[in-house]
């Protein structure tokens, strides 16, 4: 400020006009993080609806069981949060350690008002589109804000990805056997594929609502989701365990209330039989533990002494897919016909189609 009057009076009218400026330039800011943010949900809405009424047989079967057994117990064995248990290692009791379960307790809470109903489930995986994003903004970390609450936020997706990978590289083993746990990587994926894309679309522009931008923005949407999203939805949204669940809806139809069953699900291992059985049981090869349960035991004489373990702690039904294999491709069928032999001279068979073999455990 000076002592001349008019400057004064000039300089307090270009304040207003810098301020108003700075305000348009904020609003429209933010209107255009709206309109993406909001691109995005729409996007991820459609997809979520994907198949929404496909039974729990999709590529993911295994796990999404074990969630919905946890809602199950909840609701008829105990009410306890602390102790979610499933109901493919015998009567039980049988807890896992996993993620605090809020959506399977819930699940239990609407069992109450609505009855039992079958779930669904969506399934996302990155693809090469998505990588590429990825390394765009690794490789083009964004400019250093002037604000400290900015900074600090800008360095939220670096450490993130730093405890995935601290994570990864100490329980390494269980995470790459069970994929569901690269989850833990998708929120700084997300932000880094976001910033990449931004990188690629306003390349060469300094102001963002050009055509030119918009015109790119469509175009990497539209590559991320015809090259990466829409066949690897459809590759995992297959039912590959639908076969599982016929067999333990056949489990279920021939089970005597407190029958223990033994199922074979296409995927060895998988309890999605189990599950659609409504009843409690083991998949075969018996699972839990450090046991190796997603291949057969090497020869008969292993898998029927299993086989005589399961019928001494209880166990009723036996039923397999006839398209069951473990992770070696070796089909169940082939691999132990000596206890198919055994099976028909010590149990009584009760079913024998195209698709599914079950038979009664007899006591001796």
Same mark, same amino acid.
């Given at each position: 400020?000076? %002592?001349?009057p008019?400057?004064?009076?000039a300089?307090?009218? +270009?304040?207003?006009?810098?301020m108003t400026?700075r305000?348009?330039?904020?609003?429209?800011y933010?209107?255009?993080n709206t309109?993406?943010?909001?691109?995005?949900l729409?996007?991820?809405?459609?997809?979520?609806? +994907?198949k929404?009424?496909l039974?729990?047989?999709?590529?993911?079967s295994?796990?999404e069981i074990?969630t919905?057994?946890?809602? %199950?117990?909840?609701? +008829?064995?105990?009410?306890?949060?602390?102790?979610?248990?499933?109901?493919w290692t @015998?009567p039980?009791?049988?807890?896992q350690g996993?993620e605090?379960q809020?959506?399977?307790?819930?699940?239990?809470?609407? !069992?109450?008002?609505? @009855?039992?109903h079958?779930?669904?489930s969506?399934?996302?995986?990155?693809?090469?589109?998505f990588?590429?994003l990825?390394?765009? @903004?690794?490789?083009m970390?964004?400019?250093?804000?002037? *604000?400290p609450?900015?900074? =600090?936020l #800008?360095?939220i997706?670096y450490?993130?990805?730093?405890?995935a990978?601290?994570?990864y590289?100490?329980?390494?083993?269980?995470i =790459? #056997?069970n994929v569901?746990?690269f989850?833990i990587?998708?929120?700084?994926?997300a932000?880094?594929?976001g910033?990449g894309?931004?990188?690629?679309?306003?390349?060469?522009?300094?102001?963002?609502p050009?055509?030119?931008?918009?015109f790119r #923005?469509?175009?990497?949407?539209?590559?991320?989701l015809a090259?990466? =999203?829409l066949?690897?939805v459809?590759?995992?949204?297959?039912?590959?365990?639908?076969?599982?669940?016929?067999?333990g809806?056949?489990?279920a139809?021939?089970?005597?209330?407190?029958?223990l069953v033994?199922?074979i699900?296409?995927e060895?291992?998988?309890?999605?039989a189990?599950?659609?059985?409504?009843?409690?049981?083991?998949v075969f090869?018996? @699972?839990g533990g450090?046991?190796?349960?997603?291949?057969?035991?090497?020869?008969?004489? =292993?898998?029927?002494?299993?086989?005589e373990e399961?019928r001494?702690q209880g166990?009723d039904?036996?039923?397999?897919a006839k398209?069951?294999?473990?992770k070696? %491709?070796?089909?169940?069928?082939?691999?132990?016909d000596?206890v198919? %032999?055994?099976?028909d001279?010590?149990?009584?068979?009760?079913? *024998?189609? *195209?698709?599914?073999?079950? !038979?009664?455990?007899?006591?001796?």
């Amino acid at each position: 400020m000076t %002592d001349d009057p008019e400057m004064n009076q000039a300089e307090g009218q +270009h304040y207003p006009q810098q301020m108003t400026d700075r305000d348009m330039a904020f609003r429209n800011y933010l209107s255009l993080n709206t309109a993406i943010l909001l691109g995005i949900l729409f996007i991820a809405i459609v997809f979520r609806f +994907h198949k929404i009424t496909l039974p729990l047989v999709d590529g993911f079967s295994w796990r999404e069981i074990s969630t919905a057994m946890m809602g %199950d117990n909840f609701q +008829h064995r105990s009410w306890n949060i602390f102790f979610p248990e499933v109901s493919w290692t @015998g009567p039980g009791p049988s807890y896992q350690g996993r993620e605090f379960q809020i959506v399977s307790y819930l699940t239990a809470l609407l !069992y109450q008002l609505f @009855g039992w109903h079958d779930n669904t489930s969506v399934l996302w995986f990155y693809g090469y589109p998505f990588m590429v994003l990825l390394a765009v @903004g690794l490789w083009m970390p964004p400019r250093p804000a002037e *604000d400290p609450k900015q900074r =600090t936020l #800008s360095a939220i997706p670096y450490v993130w990805l730093a405890a995935a990978m601290i994570l990864y590289l100490a329980a390494a083993g269980d995470i =790459t #056997s069970n994929v569901w746990n690269f989850h833990i990587f998708h929120v700084p994926v997300a932000m880094f594929c976001g910033h990449g894309a931004l990188l690629l679309a306003t390349l060469a522009s300094r102001t963002v609502p050009t055509p030119a931008v918009v015109f790119r #923005s469509i175009c990497i949407v539209a590559v991320a989701l015809a090259w990466s =999203t829409l066949p690897l939805v459809r590759t995992m949204k297959k039912p590959i365990a639908m076969k599982g669940k016929l067999l333990g809806e056949e489990l279920a139809r021939l089970a005597q209330p407190g029958d223990l069953v033994v199922a074979i699900a296409p995927e060895v291992g998988d309890p999605v039989a189990v599950y659609y059985s409504r009843a409690r049981g083991w998949v075969f090869p018996p @699972g839990g533990g450090d046991v190796e349960w997603s291949k057969f035991v090497a020869d008969d004489a =292993t898998a029927i002494a299993q086989l005589e373990e399961l019928r001494a702690q209880g166990a009723d039904l036996f039923g397999a897919a006839k398209n069951a294999v473990d992770k070696q %491709d070796r089909r169940f069928v082939e691999h132990h016909d000596g206890v198919i %032999d055994y099976l028909d001279k010590t149990a009584t068979k009760l079913v *024998d189609s *195209d698709d599914l073999l079950v !038979y009664r455990i007899t006591r001796p």
